[in-house]
């Protein structure tokens, strides 16, 4: 028996064991779980690069470089001066940093000076506050300073459908999850996880921005790729290149299906170039193992920037010659020179994600097609295919389709027939097992994730939902500009579109104040420092209770009879005021 086959053997038993203390609620009970495990076998080559970030490991790259592989996501790197210490990226939870941050201490007792964000994703940020040991001497944060519009589109925008696409994604709260495709597991979403975000102190604003962090000469190098707040650091005298998220030991993801903006695939190229120029000897990526040797790292850049180009270049030809995303997702296929590559397997993004992506970046969501200009809603389109064809008949034909492997088809005609008779055992069934067969084909750990996490939902009705940890410690330690700026798409147009009033919030202790205007169906927030603006309702207060009112309501009563809150201009017009913002 191989490796493989006893690690698919001991996942099963784990599972098994999970399954035997944990009830998940479905209509059938447990069966849907067994039946999803019995069917949801791995790829072979998908569970065999887990062995990248498998075991919790400190791996010295050179003298005074050290990174931190599986203990969370994402990679935590040491770099020793010789006034302290910096750590560039830390993690997504306190726990996972504050693990991370007892082995660094194996290593050396000297002061952390600086913490550098390569970037804005949880994975790299949100464990911030395990690293300040001195809450009185706090280290200096750096990042990019496109960190801040990157945050304010985390926390204030689509927070709510990213969160569970990135649940889905990663797979926190599958069962049995394999990995993650660039680390073993995300461990945050959860009530066992807390956040511990801390805004930077400091910015670079330049390509190449010299500093010396704890004696340490180095270059913050703007790598724009996964995102556009991207940083690299350059170490010349040990010729040691920190390259974040622009590069890893896999395919990369062009496009997350989590839901995020485009990637300008070029910037991404222009990047890889960049790196190219530095004589590097040692390449530490934020996520896997870090590379060796001057040769190995330039040929490893290159086809990683080639196969990118490759992506860009093709899925734009065939745009050119008329074709939709669809149909260039079966034209495009990196060349085998590539596709066997051991940086190029498709164990995070995928090519099709990545043509569909570049498609959307230059042309938008119009296909082309006067068919998708006002296409029917899925309800609708459910409700005449059920009418066209007769709920037998597609229950048999999905039958057909998930017998003769067609697994999307009976996906599809499933999906149909739940949308308009939700209670439908079979048509359940055919979906649950379409899902279950779709995952297992998956090489790619975000689409495995995903298809699984969905069969669990139909299953057994796992709920994806933001844990009420870490939403109260997000209202506690986020910026009061940045908790203001969530609520105009909190606005409940629908129920307030007639009402034309603003609020003015006077916080006492900073002497700041934030207009909310309502106006058109829209709510505007604006800030004025120390100038009070026109309002008709007032409310003051200091920044402590503020976050205590906006965690419970049942505080906002309480802070009102206390005199902690004063509301000039009458408290039932503040409420009903209130009451047109979504309380989540």
Same mark, same amino acid.
């Given at each position: ?31 849907? $779980? ?5 069917? $949801? ?26 990174? $931190? ?31 991370? =941050? ?92 807390? =956040? ?243 995952? $297992? ?36 330690? =986020? ?106």
């Amino acid at each position: 028996m191989d490796g493989p086959q006893i690690a698919l053997i001991v996942m099963f038993v784990a599972l098994l064991g999970y399954f035997g203390s944990r009830i998940i609620h479905s209509l059938q009970g447990p069966s849907y $779980a067994e039946r999803i495990i019995k069917n $949801a076998m791995p790829d072979k080559e998908l569970l065999k690069h887990s062995d990248e970030f498998s075991q919790p490991e400190l791996i010295k790259v050179t003298d005074g470089v050290y990174v $931190a592989v599986g203990f969370a996501l994402a990679n935590s790197i040491l770099l020793e001066g010789p006034e302290g210490l910096v750590i560039v990226d830390v993690t997504e939870s306190i726990e996972s940093a504050a693990e991370i =941050l007892k082995v660094f201490r194996n290593v050396t007792d000297k002061p952390i000076q600086a913490l550098i964000y390569t970037h804005n994703h949880a994975d790299h940020s949100f464990g911030a506050k395990a690293f300040i040991e001195d809450e009185d001497n706090p280290p200096d944060i750096w990042a990019h300073a496109g960190i801040l519009g990157e945050f304010t589109r985390v926390f204030s925008t689509v927070n709510g459908a990213t969160y569970k696409r990135s649940m889905r994604q990663f797979g926190v709260h599958l069962p049995g999850q394999i990995n993650a495709g660039i680390g073993l597991k995300l461990k945050y979403g959860t009530d066992k996880t807390t =956040l511990g975000v801390v805004y930077p102190t400091h910015f670079v604003h330049e390509q190449k921005t010299n500093l010396v962090l704890a004696g340490i000469n180095m270059t913050i190098i703007h790598i724009p790729g996964e995102t556009d707040d991207q940083i690299g650091v350059w170490i010349p005298e040990k010729q040691v290149l920190l390259c974040a998220d622009d590069i890893y030991k896999a395919f990369p993801n062009l496009y997350a299906i989590r839901g995020t903006p485009s990637r300008d695939l070029m910037q991404w190229i222009r990047s890889l170039d960049l790196m190219l120029t530095y004589d590097t000897q040692h390449l530490v990526p934020s996520h896997t193992r870090p590379v060796f040797g001057k040769e190995n790292i330039k040929e490893i850049l290159t086809v990683y920037r080639d196969a990118i180009q490759y992506i860009h270049d093709q899925t734009v030809r065939y745009i050119n010659q008329g074709f939709t995303s669809e149909e260039i997702v079966e034209k495009v296929a990196l060349p085998k020179n590539l596709a066997r590559h051991p940086y190029l397997k498709e164990f995070y993004g995928t090519v099709a994600w990545s043509v569909k992506g570049v498609f959307n970046s230059y042309l938008g969501w119009f296909s082309g097609n006067p068919i998708d200009l006002q296409p029917l809603t899925i309800k609708s389109k459910s409700e005449r295919m059920v009418k066209l064809i007769g709920v037998d008949k597609m229950l048999e034909a999905a039958k057909t389709a998930l017998k003769e492997k067609d697994f999307q088809w009976a996906l599809e005609l499933s999906s149909y027939l739940l949308i308009i008779y939700s209670d439908n055992s079979e048509a359940r069934d055919i979906k649950i097992d379409a899902l279950t067969y779709l995952g $297992a084909r998956q090489v790619s750990a975000c689409g495995r994730n995903y298809y699984l996490t969905c069969a669990f939902e139909e299953a057994a009705e796992i709920e994806l939902r933001n844990s009420e940890r870490n939403r109260e410690m997000g209202i506690k330690t =986020l910026p009061i500009r940045q908790l203001f700026l969530a609520m105009p798409v909190k606005f409940k147009a629908e129920e307030c579109m007639n009402v034309n009033n603003s609020l003015l919030f006077s916080f006492s202790d900073t002497g700041d104040n934030v207009k909310l205007t309502i106006r058109n169906s829209v709510a505007i927030v604006s800030f004025h420092h120390g100038k009070e603006p026109l309002y008709d309702v007032k409310i003051t207060v200091t920044e402590k209770v503020f976050r205590e009112l906006i965690s419970s309501r049942m505080r906002a009563i309480t802070a009102y009879g206390t005199g902690e809150i004063i509301i000039d201009g009458g408290i039932m017009k503040f409420r009903n005021l209130m009451n047109c913002f979504e309380n989540r």
